[in-house]
């Protein structure tokens, strides 16, 4: 049963005291409660790829905004709503003994793009927008669903780590990939995502039919551990549904030059938790985005330590997250910006409404911007800051167990 985080005004939502003069005001502050080293990589900036113009189908009409349903305390379900000092925000809290979460691919695959409301399936309590993506819908985080890689980032990101039994982890993590083979190991760029120049990357079945990629390299098609086909210079091969292609170009394909049809070839995977705590290989599902909102109860705002754009990290701007209570309880939250309703958070005092008011003691930032959008027993809760639904790589749903 989910414990009260506050009492409940006029059919589930409630208003809360105003933040003070200072912080109503904040506009850039971030807390940095430690300092990360940051990695040199030779990979390029990705701050062009976490954009924030309208993206959207054309002729498509915003879905129309209403009071959700009111809820019951035997669904196991609250509906919270904050709205001070020109700010609202929402939030949804699910019983964990009643419910699970479970992330959504756009159009079922990566690379896609599709509405949250279009992957609003109608068994889903709620919805919420997730990962950060690239315009062609390629997931910018580490991401799993039912214990398949969808997507990878080359940076140490926070995430959540969903088990099977519906228990969930909220660390910083790192993706680290292996292809081994006649006793050679080669680590990846990536996994279902564009190969550059001089990379390698692996292809599942998240992503698709065909792994999409060009002539100029060399791809290997590998089922139960067996290379089974080897295609040079010809690229966009088919992806065998219980198997992966392991595509080269460049210098890194030489590693596989020696590398025959019939020779043994694995793929070796670690999500690591660079805060030591739980193991996030146990996930199902992980959903990677980010900075760490709140931590063991307290705020703790990691943009920094993350490396993440001042697009993404300075003012204030629509957001989402994903959290739990105290009881374990799944908390989905957004609050609305650019708009007159509404001007948005920053990180900062995006972290304190979700721990003061919507009661988090583990939160993290997903994707927000024009992406922001939560529905609830099937309709919108905010408003989107573009006036209409955008186009985004992913979604997290609450469904009943």
Known sequence: MI?????????????????????????????????????????????????DPPVYEEGQEPPKTSEPPPVEEVEGLEFLMYNQNGVMAFAIIADHEKYQLRPVLARGQVPGRATVSQMNAPDAIAT????????????????????????????????????????TIFARQSYHGVIQFN???????????????????????????TTGTNDF??????????????FRDKGNNYIPPDGFIVSAHGTVAENFKDVYVGDMMTFEEDYVNVEHGDDFNEAIHIIGAGPTLVKDGEIYVTADAEQFPPDIRVGRAPRSAVGITQYGDYIFAVVDGRQAHSKGCTLTEWARILKNNFGAVEAINLDGGGSTELFFKGKLVNKPSDGRERLIGDALTIIKK
């Not at 927008?129 to 039912?146: E, Q």
């Not at 050679?184 to 599942?204: A, H, K, L």
């Open 3 to 51: 414990k009260k985080v506050l009492a409940l005004i006029m059919a589930g939502m409630f208003f809360l005291a105003p933040l003070s003069s200072a912080q109503a005001e904040e506009e850039q502050e971030v807390e940095k409660p430690f300092e990360t080293p940051k990695e040199e990589s030779t990979h390029p900036p990705l701050d062009s790829a976490y954009y």
């Open 128 to 167: 919420i927008n997730a990962s950060y993506f690239a315009t062609n819908g390629v997931i910018l985080g580490n991401t799993k669903i039912d214990g398949l890689t969808a997507g990878t980032t080359y940076f140490i990101r926070s995430a959540i780590g969903i088990r099977e039994d519906g228990s």
């Open 183 to 209: 006793g050679e190991e080669v680590v990846i760029s990536g996994v279902n995502c564009e190969r550059n120049s001089n990379t390698v990357v692996v292809y599942n079945g998240w992503q698709g039919a």
């Open 217 to 230: 390299g060399v791809e290997f098609v590998v089922q139960d551990g067996v290379v089974v086909n080897i």
